[in-house]
């Protein structure tokens, strides 16, 4: 069956099970889903009563100030070569970014891999490499595998500030703790990794019906679909939809090297706070590894910008055209907050699909 045929199927569907529904609001955790659901129109083929809200799914935006201003102290020490992802260059802390580091002469480099910084490392042995390490259980291996390369070559002037984070934890605590969500969507990514089984917490724990779904239109509507069944029939499960590629227990290996590098810690994120086990910290025997124990760091934390939503973004709280500077005061160009700044940030999102369509 072609896509476009089946996502019409879909939408009629999804029509017919809203005649029996009041509204419903439906939570994405994944930048990536977000960006789909924005660029396929998503939001528009359903009832007005069905409305779809992001949530804390952008590793870049939920990147706590504390983690950030961190990184710039590091950045800013002689002698030292920062490697991060493009996207966190220009989030703003305070009056300073990466960028601005960058700009003022500081040797920052983008990586596409955490991998790219051992070769740095190796290709300037008298300089100290530092990775910042940020994104959830779908990068995190990534970063596992650097620091046990880097221990296995005694590449001793390679660390890693680890900022990587775990998306159960912070779903528990943001879905129970008044939260007005109906259902949720789950991310393929982090469900590819640690599993569909993961997120069974949902409908046992929270009694809210859920979807592991997919990237493409059709998938993300399907994904829907069985949602609004599961809510006409008062059923609370968590459904595979994205078969293919996540399975019950997840990628093993991937999973093996994650607990060989890593312990389960305390973490600061953007819009929720300190969440326990909800970080994933540099174990012991990896110490020597790690940039938070090998630079004196004090750290100064800057406040959220004046008039910024993303902190009730993050939680679902608001969409981002709610704020009096979406595209106006904040743009990708001069960001305001953390969400205007991602690819994966939902302020970005709107921005970039609702200037496409002229809007």
Known sequence: MKIKT??????????????????????????????????YGIQELLPDQIRLVSGPGCPVCVTAPRDLAAALAIAKQDNVIFTCFGDLMRVPCGEESLYSLYENGKEIRIVTSPLDALAIAQENPDQQTVFFAI????????????????????????????????????????LQNGSRIDALLCPGHV?????????????????LPAAVAGFRADEIMAALFIILEMLCQGEKKCVNMYPQIVTEDGNKEALALLDKVFAPCDALWRGLGEIEGSGLGIRERFRDFDAAQRFDLLVMESEEPKGCLCRSILQGRNIPTDCVNFGQACTPQQPLGACMVSSEGSCATYYRYQRDRGE
């Open 6 to 39: 089946r996502i019409e199927e879909l939408k009629r569907g999804i029509g017919r099970l809203a005649q029996s529904l009041g509204p419903v609001t439906i939570m994405e955790v994944c930048g990536t889903h977000t960006a789909s659901i924005h660029r």
């Open 191 to 207: 469900a590819a990794i640690i599993g569909a089984k993961a997120f069974s917490f949902v409908p046992e724990e929270l009694a």
């Open 135 to 174: 994104g959830f259980e779908t990068t995190a291996p990534l970063t596992a595998a650097l620091i046990e390369a880097a221990a296995e070559g005694r590449v001793e002037n390679l660390s890693v500030y680890s900022a990587h984070k775990t998306m159960p934890q912070a779903l528990r605590e943001l």
